[in-house]
């Protein structure tokens, strides 16, 4: 923080008596630097802020902070007010107030500043330090770090009162055990977590593609492995419905960090400086206790993660160890995890349409121009030009966010528009990937110029998209645009052309990756490339057989473990017994991640044969001619099914396949005691089962 903060923008006599006041007086000086370029602009961003959630912390700290286009260069401000400032913390006013302004758009050094100033808190050395002092340069000092807490404090005459009213010894404040910025153990009582006046802190962020169901199993079984090993984890969820960032205060107190994601964390620069296990997923689902073990262990030797984010976004989005291989997947993830929301919408929405309005449906006119209230034919019309207007948003979505993957927000505008222009040359769905890889290298390339600190207040809501855009337009319309249309349409053709034995070997080829990883990379692949075939207004018939043999595949696994835990009970444990009456439901709903506890447990057995039942599931719905419009809802979408009756024998033949096989293969082997096997992963589906969305696993 050399640059941030110098004694100008430092207040020990801070005389304000509200938060407003007291930001606004902080930032006047920040105004009178230039560093900020219009007060009420971004006092009102400030005050938009404080709206979400307040911003004291325990101890008597505020930290109101915010992202303004009216800042020019991250700043922070420092004030002590003798009387105490009411920031909405649970134990009263805040005597310190730290203000932070960061440029819009530079999450990096508005996440990194508010990470570094929350570390820093938990020191009560600093802190009493800080209320100590009595000159603002040593002040400002002591917050950038050139100068110790001991040196600042010893500016203050000996035996004199802080702000709190405690003496200024900060030597007293050093040997004292709990840490009064916080409310958590400083860390010269570090021992006392082993000796158990409190239990050992886990923060945690889980995601997965879809954001729905490994996300939040992977976050049950962290905190029920973190209750019965009798540590503390508090688990931010990056779901589909968005989340909710972590307290800084209990990521600044944690005492070690896991991830379990398959797509690039956000934000993850705030869990910088701790001692860090990074996973997959499914790694968070099965093996939670170990997780736990392992950064215990890696806080036990000293290990923690780099003390400041990496310089550009392609490097947070894994670690340094991660090839560009890995790196690659989780942006196509990313993307793909934003689409299937909209394909789920427009798929049902347009075959709704066809199941009121019938086949003709999409020759309507506009509703706007011709709507009967009381006419079906309408209202399918309706449900119709819907779904196709939020199919229209599939392929710039994906290019939009597989850019954001690799370039956060600024990769936004030059992926969406280079998606859209895929649709404007029909380049589609290879466009849109194609699109996206491109804007988030263009955006990359031009972060890495330097810039003068005048013109970095303007970059992310100026310059990076107008240059981004215009480049991967130039290369979209002139250079790649025709080569990449062309292949699409080769792909298309040769799809509409599959018959007999192709047709029944693709069927199969769909089933065995539906049935490899229950809803991991693989599964995703086969399902992504369903839902692009259909994802148009009027999708060819063989788009719409692909769409119904991965989803009948899909099915499979759940229903067959469903099946075995009741025809054969005794092969199972009790936990699995209960798992399996969840598992009808999942895998009726085509949630294949129902079956994850039995193949967590066993996957020996249990995903081979998982494997052979949805091959035969795959190859028998592309032989019977099934078709499907809708790119989701199991059983619950049969009315819009081609051949629905030759569907449910397909996907009932695969059911009694996988459960043969699971109970031959159990049965050979050794049983174990009842009511052992399965751990803490196991337990997770039937707790989530109520909470979950159907979702393509």
Known sequence: MSEMITADLVDLDLSAETKEAAARAL????????????????????????????????????????????????????????AGIDFGAPDGPADLIFLIAAPAGADDAHLTILSSLARQLMNAEFTSALRAVDDAAAA?????????????????????????????????????????????????????????????????VTSCPTGIAHTYMAAESLENAGREAGVEVVVETQGSAGFTRLDP???????????????????????????TVDVGVKAGINKPAELITEVRGKAARGEVSAGSAP???????????????????????????????????????????????????????????????LQADSWGALFFQIGVVSFGFLVPVLAGYIAYGMADRPGLVPGFVGGAISLTINAGF??????????????????????????????????????????????????????????????????????????????????LMMCFDLGGPVNKVAYTFATAGIAVASPSD?????????????????????????????????????????????GASFISEGAIPFAAADPLRVIPSAMVGGAVTGSLSMAFGATLRAPHGGIFVIPLIGNPFLYLIAIAAGVC?????????????????????????????????????????
């Open 657 to 697: 396949v996988t459960t043969a096989l699971v109970v031959v293969l159990k049965g050979m082997r050794k049983q174990a005691p009842e009511g052992t096997g399965a751990g803490v992963a196991d337990t997770a589906i039937a707790a989530k089962v109520d909470s979950k969305e159907p979702v393509a696993a």
């Open 311 to 373: 310089g550009t976004p392609v490097e947070r989005s894994g670690d340094s160890t991660e090839g560009y291989g890995t790196k690659l997947r989780k942006w196509l993830m990313s993307g793909v995890s934003y689409m299937v929301p909209f394909v789920a919408a427009g798929g049902l929405l347009i075959a709704l349409g066809f199941a009121i309005g019938g086949y003709k449906i999409n020759k309507a006119p506009s509703v706007m121009d011709h709507f009967m209230w």
């Open 140 to 204: 400002a000092a002591l917050i950038r770090g050139d100068e110790s807490p001991a040196a600042a404090a010893s500016t203050a005459p000996e035996g004199t009162e802080s702000a709190d009213g405690s003496k200024n010894s900060v030597a007293v404040s050093a040997a004292a055990s709990a840490d009064t910025a916080t409310g958590t153990t400083s860390d010269t009582t570090a021992d006392a977590g082993a000796s158990g006046e409190r239990p050992f802190r886990i923060v945690a």
């Open 542 to 586: 063989s788009a719409m057989k692909i769409m119904a043999a991965v989803m009948a595949a899909g099915m499979v696994p759940p229903l067959a473990m469903a099946l075995a835990t009741t025809v054969r009970g005794k092969l199972f444990t009790r936990t699995e017994r209960e798992n399996g009456k969840a598992a009808w439901v999942l």
């Open 27 to 82: 930032a006047e000086r920040m105004v009178t630097l230039g560093r900020v370029t219009d007060l009420e602009g971004f006092l009102a961003d400030v005050a938009a802020r404080e709206a979400q959630m307040p911003t004291g912390l325990d101890g008597g700290i505020g930290i109101p902070h915010c992202r303004s286009v009216h800042v020019t260069e991250p700043t922070l401000g420092f004030g002590r007010s003798a």
């Open 430 to 511: 290879l466009g849109g990937l194609a699109a996206g890889l491109i804007a988030g290298g263009v955006v990359i390339g031009i972060q890495k110029v330097k810039i003068p600190a005048s013109l970095r207040g303007i970059m992310p809501v100026v310059v990076i998209p107008l240059i981004s855009a215009a480049i991967v337009g130039f290369l979209m319309f002139v250079v790649i645009g025709k080569p990449i249309a062309s292949a699409q349409k080769g792909m298309t053709d040769w799809l509409n052309g599959l018959t007999g034995t192709n047709a029944v070997l693709l069927g199969a080829l769909l089933g």
């Open 249 to 275: 205060a209990v990521i600044a107190a944690a005492d070690g960090v896991i991830f379990a994601h398959d797509v690039p964390v956000r934000d993850k620069d705030r869990f910088a400086g701790k001692p």
